[in-house]
């Protein structure tokens, strides 16, 4: 059985909190606005990066069809990596593999670009941005296991499981500048993606891989993101 974590209340609360301030705002620069018909276009491509509280990084292409200035739908094709765990699976004489110790997945990435009317500096076009997306991971995951002997690895097999969290909710929400058709955004992401689910559901010989992986299942961080609109 595939498990779906729901939001935290608290985590939701915050994420409910800051997204209410940014529509605010946006209502609010809806008077003063540049609406920049001249260089409005339909196709937004789109390079992201992230790092998040979780220690770890992820990187995403995605395209946004512009059906209005200041709203488009579409997606992403990413992936994300744990770039620092402190230990690792082991048992008497068996040890998770050093190429599997950080947990990794695909993703696609459903999600819907908001963005304020503009405000003009210069050639800059500057709005408050916002970016709800829904993550929906591989709900597989197969890690290596190494015999040891002394010290020395002797044999190797794998564990798997389908177990674990396969969608979490994300938004990122920062400020977007347009310079003629370049872009880009910066700005805060939260996420109830917890990295550590599936690894959580792995076992081998009676050991569970639970105790080693902790439960994280709320993230926050920092996010870039670079666009080309044509």
Known sequence: MIFLYLWPVKAYGQMKRFTTLLLSAILSLAAAADERDEYFTHNRFAISGALTSSDCWQLEMSYHYMFWQWAGI???????????????????????SDDDA????????????????????????????????????????????????????TKYTT??????????LDVRLGINVDVGPCGFSAG?????????????????RGESFRRFYPSKPFMKGAYLTLSYNF
Not at 78 to 87: I, S
Not at 123 to 138: T, V
Request: net charge positive.
């Open 74 to 96: 579409g997606g992403g094709l990413g992936v994300w990596k744990n770039y620092f765990v402190d230990g690792h699976a082991s048992g008497r004489d068996w040890m998770l």
């Open 102 to 153: 950080r947990p990794s997945n695909l993703y696609l990435r459903p999600s819907v670009v908001l963005k304020s009317p503009s405000i003009c500096i210069k050639d800059a076009y500057l709005s408050l941005y916002a970016e709800p997306g829904i993550m929906l991971q591989i709900p597989y995951q197969s890690v290596g296991i190494d015999y040891t002997t002394d010290g020395h690895k």
């Open 159 to 168: 564990v798997s499981t389908s177990k674990g969290q396969w969608c979490a």
């Open 188 to 204: 805060y992401v939260m996420s109830n993606l917890d990295i550590y689910s599936q690894y959580r559901h792995l076992s081998y």
